[in-house]
């Protein structure tokens, strides 16, 4: 996914600015004026929890989708909206990718508050009963866009190549006012391979989880153009926070001069939603900037807003919190994602990160992240190559 929607190696190497990125997302957070003696910074490790698992993973089938935007749901469980979604089968003593399910898979599983899951997560097929046998299956259906080259053509296969394919990446998930629908931005984009993509547009689907079915199918807010235009990362709208019948959403333009945070409030009835004028983004001032972010709501445990920030492509991070979209916003703590600094050479950690504040406690903020390396998730035949990915949870001090 990048940033809520690039996937894989796609992001770093799309940005291709280490130094600058660094220079961008380390600005100090104290330029909120909250606390001029700056405030207190939690630097304690992170703690490794292990794997987010799929019913249908085994000892001889596993999946290594990115993303794990999670939304709490008023019967006791979570919904799951994961990003590219590979699967892999344990055959002739090595692990070989047997599927790929581009832009989005989903699942819904159990949870109590305050603390990570530990039942396998069902996966959800739209339409369908969700069921332990349920596999893993496209949720967000492929938008129109074109190649990025100019040319009008549409972007498939036939005129890109055998690696070229439209996909929606969901940039967030969170359940509107009526307690039944579930809001999901997305991120049109054209992909040509694992290195060369384009974001072209932007728009939102309502799902509702009560019958597995989408209310309100795939809409293109601002359409993707026949020129394969890039759409701007202010334009990237992610992590909504819904407060009654209002949403607010962020994103941000990074990584250079006059880089910066934005968050985009409006009503959540359909003909707001649908009206790309609606979408006004205004600067957050004194938050740092960087190109992956994830923002969660408050919960009775954390009361506050919670804003997971890239640091670094190996995994650093900072929290920082605040009681409104706009701020201030105050960084809390700092730190490394457990186990990445110990990822295969070569391969970055630094994308679908993602808090989830309703299996987090006061103390820490529970977190998915996809670990490059880590894999199978079911552990018992091993993959000496590093070649499989996985998500993994790791508990965040704040």
């Known amino acids: 996914m990048l940033h809520g929607a690039g996937s894989r190696k796609r992001l770093a190497l799309a940005i291709g600015l280490l130094a600058i990125v660094a220079s961008c997302s380390s600005s100090p957070s104290s330029t909120t004026g909250t606390n001029p003696a700056g405030p207190t910074v939690k630097t304690d490790p992170a703690t490794f929890v292990g794997p987010v698992l799929a019913s249908v993973e085994t000892a001889t089938f596993s999946l290594g989708q990115d993303g794990g935007i999670t939304v709490p749901l008023p019967n006791g469980k979570t919904f799951w909206v994961f990003g590219d979604t590979p699967s892999y089968t344990y055959k002739d003593n090595k692990w070989n990718l047997t599927g790929f399910i581009q832009g989005s898979s989903a699942g819904i599983g159990t949870y109590t508050p305050g603390q990570v899951p530990t039942a396998p997560i069902n996966m959800v097929a739209p339409g369908l009963p969700s069921t332990k046998t349920t596999p893993a299956t496209q949720f967000l259906p492929p938008p129109d866009v074109f190649l990025p080259d100019g040319s009008g053509k549409v972007c498939n296969k036939e005129n890109g190549g055998p690696t070229a394919g439209a996909v929606r990446w969901a940039s967030g998930a969170a359940l509107m006012a009526d307690k039944t629908n579930i809001f999901v931005p997305f991120i049109d984009a054209c992909v040509i391979s694992e290195t060369d993509y384009r974001a072209e547009g932007w728009g939102f689907a309502m799902f509702n989880w009560k019958t597995n079915k989408f209310t309100t199918p795939p809409i293109d807010v601002i359409p993707p153009k026949s020129s394969g235009e890039a759409l701007s990362s202010s334009q990237y709208f992610s992590s909504p926070i819904i407060d009654g019948q209002k949403v607010t959403m962020f994103s941000y333009t990074c990584c250079a001069l006059g880089s910066s945070m934005y968050a985009t409030t409006l009503d959540t009835d359909l003909k707001t939603l649908k009206d790309p ?7 957050i001032l004194g938050l740092p900037a960087t190109f992956m972010f994830a923002v969660s709501p408050a919960t009775k445990a954390l009361p506050f807003l919670t804003m997971y920030q890239l640091v670094d ?80 949870y790791a508990k965040l001090p704040i």
Request: aromatic share 10%.
């Open 277 to 283: 004028t609606a979408y006004r983004p205004a600067p």
């Open 313 to 392: 492509l190996k995994g650093a991070y900072r929290l920082l919190t605040a009681t409104s979209p706009l701020g201030p916003w105050t960084e809390k703590a700092t730190g490394t994602l457990p186990k990445c600094d110990s990822a295969p050479e070569g391969d970055t950690c630094n994308n679908s990160m993602y808090p989830h504040p309703e299996f987090s406690t006061a103390g820490s903020v529970t977190t998915s992240y996809w670990l490059p390396g880590f894999g199978p998730g079911v552990p018992t035949n091993p993959d000496p190559s590093h070649q499989i990915w996985h998500l993994v």
